[in-house]
């Protein structure tokens, strides 16, 4: 005698939710604030950024170092109006980044969610398939029992 009935391919329809894309739901939910944390974000850890930081600060030292006396605008020692700018810039991008990477584990959180659902959903799928072959071996083990008969 049968085990119990597997699922039948409709009802494993019928139990399926559609798939989502993760990484489009959450771009659209981003309001614009949010995409400039992201943007910023992605964009200061990279060796562009780190290379404009650099080469900004070479020139600003050099031209205060070794243009003309009347050109130079924060001179050697002082570097005063450097300092202020480069602790203004950190000061405002720490935030910015903390915002742009919690948006990125929120959207790691969404992406690690669809693939459960995901899994969950092979794995429903799967142990059915195992249901029917085990079903399919009993019938063929009667089958074979009957014939010998």
Not at 70 to 99: G, K, T
């Amino acid at each position: 005698m049968l085990k119990h009935t597997p699922k039948t391919l409709e009802e494993l329809r019928s139990l399926r939710t559609p798939i989502r894309n993760t990484n489009i739901d959450v771009r659209r939910q981003l309001r614009t604030l949010d995409r400039l944390a992201l943007w910023t974000t992605e964009n200061v850890g990279t060796m562009g950024f780190f290379l404009i930081v650099l080469a900004w600060t070479i020139l600003w030292l050099f031209w205060n170092i070794l243009a003309p006396i009347e050109l130079r605008f924060d001179p050697y020692p002082a570097f005063a109006l450097w300092l202020f700018i480069s602790n203004m810039v950190q000061i405002l991008l720490m935030p910015l980044i903390l915002v742009g990477q919690n948006l990125q584990s929120a959207h790691s959180e969404a992406r690690a969610q669809a693939d459960f659902e995901v899994n969950v959903k092979a794995e429903r799928e799967i142990e059915t398939i195992l249901e029917h072959l085990e079903n399919q071996n009993d019938l063929l083990v009667k089958m074979s029992e009957n014939a010998g008969k």
